[in-house]
């Protein structure tokens, strides 16, 4: 099991930057992925940016945000951070960090994913 708590949401104008932190309890797995996912009022949850076990599946995986979205994982303070720039309105979302210690797939199915931090909102507007 693990737990995950949010942080650092908040509202910022068309163009600003915005760091979410994720603080996740300690876990024992031989294959892991932790994730942002982000979910649109009247959209579906979106698989953002995703770190793996499997450094080659460590990246951004929506189209929108590459180039602009980072993310990083500290394992010494157990905490995965998404550092978004050049913010949209399109990028107001409530984001959520998710986990799965049964692997390394960074799944773009949300159902896939066991362990999911409360969220923390995003909001992008002049």
């Known amino acids: 099991q693990v737990q995950l708590v949010e942080s650092g949401g908040g509202s910022v104008q068309p163009g600003g930057s915005l760091s979410l932190s994720c603080k996740y309890s300690?876990?024992?797995?031989?294959?892991?992925?932790i994730g942002w996912f982000r979910q649109a009022p009247g959209k579906e949850r979106e698989l953002v940016c995703c770190v793996s076990s499997d450094p080659r599946r460590t990246r951004c995986y929506s189209d929108s945000v590459k180039g602009r979205f980072a993310i990083s994982m500290d394992s010494a303070t157990h905490t995965l951070n998404l550092h978004m720039d050049s913010l949209r309105p399109e990028d107001t979302a409530l984001y959520h960090c998710a986990a799965n210690l049964a692997g390394y797939i960074c799944y773009a199915t949300s159902a896939l994913w066991p362990y999911w931090g409360q969220g923390t909102q995003v909001s992008v507007s002049s």
């Open positions: 300690e876990f024992s797995a031989s294959g892991y992925a």
